[in-house]
């Protein structure tokens, strides 16, 4: 198995490894790898967080080292009084921006994969913020008394991937602690006190109730109305904005919500950053799906003034997912297409999080790719970067690790993500015959457990793709087409015995793609789009808006007639 560290140090290579060497010589029922090769890594320099001041507010100054009460703000690394931002890139690594020294790489020393960052606010009154990183194999650890660049290890807890979102509205019981909200997939919320003790630094969970499900973002505000309680916002899929106000209650922490506006649908993610200019009132900060952030000053009753521009326009595009932020977080479910020529070579194009593709760059060497069967897959180790596969002469090799021989049995490999539950992702391949089998990954990307029959009937798809959530439930769908033109959905239930619920038809007409794609989530909302080529080359777009609902289609680019492998 591959270094995690060695992986996540490289902030400039997202390592495809396809082709490491064998530690045995290669026969002829196992022959040699491809030669190593690597996406081209997006160039990434870390932005510097920019804060409109609100009319008529005065810069509240430094924050103590030191307070009776912790601050009520979530991330402010540098104590100058304003919250910051911390975020993952595509290199996998964590940054933070703040509002003096602009701010730099932060947990570097963290040896597991990241794939959701919650700020959680001073909770001991010490030096500094705490943080809490939730790792793809549901690992929530936390940090104490953070700097800009780093934090201390303090504790760890396993099981969190029962969760598709986790987050910190602030302080709900008025004990000084920011506390923990966790949605199950089914769509329960249930609420963790936090108690101050690092050996156990979160109560018993209580169940908030059901039904949060309805909504896409889920965030934190804090304190907005000035009662001294957190409060909490939500996004429903048609773009309104709620917020539910804090009551200081155990038995019945939030009140009736109350509509912030229509609209936010604009922004692909959403987060709050505190109480920024002391006026009691929480802020808020979007990022639209061109990049560009907006900052949202609390005005009470959960209430917000007119937005203000952070920073240059798309300023903040390629950022995958920020601290704190509502959306369920995504990472390995791909992040770009693979695409092969007739002359048998690789290109890689990266998603940019605005809905677009980056220019393309060339993998390895010129035809050095032809004639094999390509798969590219969400991934199978804990890089948290997508995976190649490919089967020679029977062999199957993911990123250059040999799995073993008969895999030239399957005429199709998906792999969508995690389908069994356990945070690992895995695959799916379908028989000559139709059937349909599930594989349980390791893990490591070294093993499948044994193959667990879905189900026959599979042939009668010619497509079958998958790369991560379609239905907002934080579980890995897949989506298959007939023959006909017709699209169906089948949404993950996270169970390997019965993996998929029934089949819903999309809509039909997809027959006129040469080619379907699933790319992962285009647009960083933390929902799976789709890709259809037309025989002309034409590249559409499809943006997942809502549960299992595509945007109309939209052009952005063409000539990709000349690939002969499209995923």
């Not at 606010?121 to 549901?138: H, K």
């Not at 209580?206 to 001294?228: A, R, S, T």
Request: glycine share 16%; net charge negative; with cysteine.
């Amino acid at each position: 198995m591959r270094s995690t560290r060695a992986r996540l140090a490289a902030c400039t290579a997202l390592v495809l490894s396809a082709g490491m060497l064998l530690a045995t010589p290669a026969s002829a029922d196992r022959p040699s790898p491809r030669p190593a090769v690597e996406k081209p890594a997006p160039g990434f320099a870390p932005p510097t967080l920019r804060i409109p001041e609100a009319a008529g507010a005065a810069r509240p100054g430094a924050a103590g080292a030191s307070t009776a009460r912790p601050s009520p703000l979530l991330s402010d690394f540098d104590r100058d009084g304003y919250g910051d931002l911390v975020y993952r890139a595509w290199n996998g690594g964590l940054y933070t921006a703040t509002t003096t020294d602009g701010g730099g790489p932060f947990l570097a020393e963290a040896t597991e994969p990241v794939k959701d960052v919650i700020p959680i606010g001073d909770q001991d009154g010490n030096a500094g913020p705490e943080v809490l990183t939730l790792s793809p194999s549901g690992v929530l650890s936390l940090y104490e008394n953070a700097t800009p660049t780093t934090a201390s290890y303090a504790w760890r807890g396993t099981g969190w991937q029962t969760y598709n979102k986790v987050l910190a509205p602030g302080d709900v019981n008025d004990d000084g602690r920011a506390d923990l909200l966790a949605r199950d997939h089914a769509g329960n919320l249930y609420l963790y006190y936090a108690t101050g003790d690092r050996k156990e630094p979160f109560s018993a969970r209580v169940k908030v109730g059901p039904g949060w499900n309805m909504y896409d973002q889920l965030l934190g505000i804090g304190d907005n109305n000035g009662d001294g309680w957190a409060d909490l916002l939500a996004r429903d899929p048609a773009g309104v904005l709620w917020f539910y106000p804090g009551k200081g209650d155990k038995s019945g922490p939030f009140g009736a919500r109350k509509a912030v506006g229509g609209g936010w649908n604009a922004y692909n993610q959403i987060l709050a950053v505190g109480d920024d200019n002391a006026d009691g009132n929480g802020e808020l900060v979007a990022r639209d799906k061109k990049g560009t952030l907006w900052y949202y000053a609390g005005v009470g009753k959960g209430a917000f003034a007119t937005r203000r521009q952070s920073g240059s326009t798309g300023y903040w595009a390629g950022v995958p997912q920020f601290g704190g932020a509502g959306n369920i977080p995504v990472t390995g479910e791909k992040e770009g297409v693979l695409a092969r020529d007739r002359a048998g070579t690789l290109f890689w194009y990266g998603s940019r999080t605005d809905g677009l593709l980056a220019d393309r760059g060339q993998i390895g060497e010129a035809g050095g790719w032809a004639g094999v069967g390509l798969a590219h897959l969400s991934s199978l180790d804990p890089d948290a970067s997508s995976d190649v596969a490919w089967v020679d002469r029977g062999g199957l090799y993911v990123e250059g690790e040999y799995i073993g021989p008969g895999w030239d049995a399957y005429d199709v490999l998906v792999g969508p993500g995690d389908l069994t539950g356990d945070g690992k992702g895995d695959l799916l391949a379908r028989d000559r015959s139709g059937v349909l089998y599930l594989y349980a990954g390791n893990g490591a990307g070294t093993a499948f457990g044994g193959r667990i029959k879905t189900g026959p009937g599979w042939g009668a798809y010619d497509r079958i793709v998958g790369a991560g959530d379609h239905t907002g439930d934080g579980r890995a769908d897949i989506l298959a087409r007939a023959p006909g033109g017709d699209l169906y959905l089948y949404a993950g239930t996270g169970s390997a015995t019965a993996p998929f619920k029934d089949r819903v038809k999309i809509g039909p007409g997809w027959q006129t793609y040469a080619k379907l794609v699933a790319p992962g989530d285009l647009d960083a909302d933390g929902k799976a789009d789709l890709i259809g080529v037309a025989p002309d080359g034409k590249l559409y777009r499809y943006l997942n808006t809502a549960p299992g609902v595509f945007s109309a289609r939209v052009v952005f680019g063409s000539g990709f007639q000349i690939y002969d492998s499209l995923s």
